[in-house]
């Protein structure tokens, strides 16, 4: 695939790095194509550096990770969206999120003519994104959209990073409920000293 990635910090590089070395494009959509946060990923294969407008136009699916502040106008500086599909990695933690909206992914469909919208790779530390494996085990993720096609990227791309399963948990309605997911996570992690070093794992019997 073709992905831009907006937001080159500690989520958007640590997934810009698994799927440039699984055989993926990585367009880095930045404002200084000279000076940016992460121009260590450059040393990547298939990675290049673009102003933003330039890697959305090059790409098929776009990743925003950016400061869930910043979702909306990150969104306005996307450009043409139409037949994208955008994948939400950001979530609201102590009420820090675009004014007007109880999720980022609902403030990015309002301020772009996308609308193949999902949320994904939200609900873990970015350290689980470098490293999904857990002894023989690989964490999962989960994708949550109304977007079919948006959500057949998300496993994909999901997959093509390391996690052991992507689990499909519902439509848009379920967005605030993926930011949730995400808060548990960092409440073990941060405020019940479990350390980043935890991941979670859908076990079947």
């Known amino acids: 695939m ?8 500690n989520v958007g590089g640590a997934l810009a790095t698994q ?8 367009f880095l959509g930045v404002q200084d194509t000279q000076s940016f946060k992460g121009i ?37 500086s996307l450009g043409e969206t139409g037949g994208k ?11 820090r999120g675009p004014l007007g909206f109880s999720n ?5 469909l309002a301020n772009t003519e996308a609308t193949d919208v999902v949320k994904c790779f939200n609900t873990t530390g ?13 964490i999962d993720a989960f994708v949550a959209g109304d977007s079919v096609r948006g959500k057949e990227a998300a496993i994909q ?32 992690a941060m405020f019940q000293g479990q350390g980043r070093e935890i991941g979670f ?5």
């Open 2 to 9: 073709n992905i831009a990635i907006i937001g080159t910090g």
């Open 19 to 26: 799927w440039a070395k699984a055989g993926h494009h990585i």
């Open 40 to 76: 260590a990923l450059l040393s990547n294969p298939n990675t290049t550096v673009q102003h933003v407008q330039e890697a959305v136009n090059a790409a098929d699916v776009i990743l925003i990770a950016a400061p869930a502040t910043a979702a909306a106008r990150v969104a306005q």
């Open 85 to 95: 599909i955008i994948i939400d990695a950001m979530n609201i933690v102590g009420n």
């Open 104 to 108: 980022t992914a609902d403030a990015i």
């Open 126 to 138: 970015f350290n689980n994104m470098q490293n999904p494996n857990y002894g023989d085990q690989a």
């Open 157 to 188: 791309l999901a997959l093509d990073a390391g996690f052991g399963a992507c689990y499909d948990i519902g439509g848009n309605d379920k967005f605030d409920l993926m930011e949730q997911f995400a808060f548990f996570w960092i409440n073990l």
């Open 201 to 205: 794992k859908l076990l079947k019997r």
